[in-house]
């Protein structure tokens, strides 16, 4: 069995992950030039890093997204969502009416919602925060999937990737829209359950000498990529997310052996799709898939659309105002170009295949409008090789000047500015379009009402 398959390696890369030099160095020096209680709380850092790390990662997710869950507002399509929670007939018409769509994991945690309690645009708030939750365990996952399975293995400033590129991705635009838009939580949800089947499948083919606990991990993996898949198909391609950041920057050798069961399992995954697509509302309702689901085999099309505006929305990487696509191509070249050492010709052909494949289910889709929450998947691909092509550059040139530290303070500033950068599009994209909206509603329909004071107002369109 090849190394990178070898349970010998967890020991060994934990040990280098946790003397990574830049930090060792500079703790070392903290606490001999410090007071004891400064010492003791250096020690602490290092002692319980994981600990301190999540920490990081709820700070940063709590600024980007504390708009979404202390301002009142609801955006298009929550408002039928809302109107439907006061009607008998919600959960029959969320679950006909989504698994019509593929989603049938959507449609019953929605059916749950209404079950107990009835939406509103104040209690919709609460979900946004679930939702938020599900991003830090997202990034929580992706950063033990980095970490457990060594992806920068021979760096000792791996750690920098290791640590930000999870939280960085859930900064992104099309992830955003997961939290803010209350009626697509499945976003975040499908995501979330694609890193764990990663995370299952590759902790499988670690547990060689004991087959009760593989066929385990292998089963936990397939559920979790169906479960995913069954929450939305195009967001369940994040599963390939993490197989980029592992086989391919690293430095880890590309064998197809290693590759092949977490392909298997994303297989497995698209045919559950397809499944709950084109048989499952046949089988309950006696009905075709909703128009929308319907497959495209007009590929030309298909890729025209693409290039016209998906591509751009994806160079823009973590702006949804301006244009910095050019700044995009040349970061996207630099991080393709900085790929692992092994096999890096080959690795390098193979990438870009792998990185549209995360596109593939919206690809198939029969529809010509292409929003940011289909994107997800491959933003996070794209965006992840900027990430690195920005390491890249940075450590060469720091490493030039010996100002190494340097990287750390960057990449700080960086988060909190793209979470800052979050949190702003939330309230221009979301909060302020609906203050203006509601507030034009409700001046109109109190002229048409002769005056009478409207303390209750839910719109939806007629033909839900």
């Known amino acids: 069995m090849s190394n990178d398959l070898n349970e010998s390696t967890d020991a060994s890369n934990f040990q280098s992950f946790t003397k990574t030099s830049d930090i060792s160095n500079a703790s070392n020096f903290a606490k001999e030039s410090q007071p004891k209680l400064v010492s003791q709380f250096i020690d602490f850092i290092l002692g319980h890093r994981d600990f301190c790390i999540y920490i990081f990662y709820a700070i ?9 869950f202390t301002n009142v507002y609801a955006y298009l399509d929550d408002w039928p969502q809302l109107a439907l929670g006061t009607q008998d007939n919600a959960a029959k018409w969320l679950v006909s009416n989504q698994i019509g769509l593929g989603r049938p994991g959507l449609s019953f945690f929605f059916w749950f919602i209404n079950l107990f309690f009835v939406p509103t645009i104040e209690t919709i708030e609460f979900i946004r925060l679930f939702s938020t939750l599900i991003l830090l365990f997202s990034s929580i996952v992706c950063y033990k999937i980095i970490k457990r399975f060594a992806v920068f293995e021979n760096s000792d ?26 009626v697509v939580l499945n976003l975040p949800i ?46 369940g391609m994040c599963f390939l997310v993490v197989l980029i950041v592992e086989f391919f920057l690293s430095d880890r050798e590309f064998s197809l052996k290693a590759v092949l069961p977490p392909l298997i399992v994303l297989a497995a995954g698209m045919l559950s799709a397809l499944f709950m697509i084109k048989l499952l509302p046949m089988l309950l309702f006696n009905q075709e898939a909703v128009g929308r689901s ?42 393709w170009f900085f790929i692992g050492p092994k096999n890096k010709v080959l690795k390098m052909i193979l990438l870009p295949f792998f990185i549209f494949a995360a596109f593939i289910p919206r690809f198939m889709i029969n529809e010509s409008v292409v929003t940011y ?59 302020i379009p609906f203050n203006v909206e509601f507030a034009a509603l409700t001046s109109e329909l109190k002229e048409i009402s002769d005056k009478r004071e409207i303390t209750d107002l839910i719109i939806y369109r007629p033909e839900y």
């Open 60 to 68: 940063v997710l709590f600024l980007a997204y504390w708009p979404a």
């Open 157 to 182: 400033k791996g750690i920098i990737p290791t640590i930000f590129i999870p939280i960085l991705l859930m900064l992104l635009p099309s992830v955003i829209v997961g939290v803010a838009w209350t």
């Open 190 to 235: 499908a995501m979330l359950f694609s890193f764990l089947a990663y995370y299952f499948v590759r902790a499988a083919q670690q547990s060689l000498s004991n087959k009760v606990k593989k066929y385990f991990y292998f089963s936990a993996a397939l559920a979790a990529i169906i479960i995913s898949f069954g929450f939305s198909q195009i967001t």
């Open 294 to 335: 319907a497959l495209n085999m007009d590929f030309l099309t298909s890729l025209k659309i693409f290039i016209s505006t998906p591509l751009t929305r994806i160079l823009n990487n973590f702006f949804i105002v301006g244009n910095f696509t050019l700044m995009g191509k040349i970061l996207f070249i630099a991080g």
């Open 373 to 431: 929450r289909t994107l997800c998947a491959i933003s996070m691909a794209v965006s992840m090789l900027m990430i690195f092509g920005i390491y890249k550059i940075l450590d060469l040139i720091l490493t030039f000047f010996k100002r190494n530290y340097l990287i750390w303070v960057f990449f700080f500033i960086l988060t909190f500015g793209l979470a800052v950068n979050a949190a702003n599009n939330i309230v221009k994209g979301f909060v």
